[in-house]
């Protein structure tokens, strides 16, 4: 999913005009890109977390020529979605592979 198609779902939903939808919607990730920049942690109830995770050096190897190397500290950003969300996708998971005939 885009965030075009964030902007058309709400725009179907709520009835605002998608300028003022795209406003908001890039207000959003605006809010959450510098709060993620700031801090550590973003908790959205229902949905889940956004966790940023510092990283140590480690030692790695280039697949193409097999040459030791050490790749560098750094931040990676992770979601842990809610129990919510998780069960969620369980359900739909289940209803999925039994519609193939599978569970």
């Known amino acids: 999913m885009t965030r075009a198609d964030i902007v058309n779902e709400i725009h179907k939903k709520v009835g605002f005009s998608k300028r003022e939808i795209k406003t908001i919607v890039d207000?959003?990730?605006?809010?959450?890109?510098?709060?993620?920049?700031?801090?550590?942690?973003?908790v959205i109830s229902w949905f889940g977390n956004f966790i940023i995770r510092n990283k140590k050096p480690r030692q790695g190897r280039n697949p193409q020529t097999g040459e030791d190397l050490e790749i560098s500290a750094r931040r990676i950003l992770?979601?842990?979605?809610?129990?919510?969300?998780?069960?969620?996708?369980?359900?739909?998971?289940?209803?999925?592979a039994s519609d193939q005939g599978r569970v």
């Open 27 to 42: 207000s959003i990730f605006d809010i959450i890109k510098q709060t993620l920049q700031r801090e550590d942690k973003i």
């Open 78 to 96: 992770t979601f842990k979605p809610s129990l919510i969300i998780r069960s969620n996708l369980k359900t739909s998971q289940k209803t999925t």
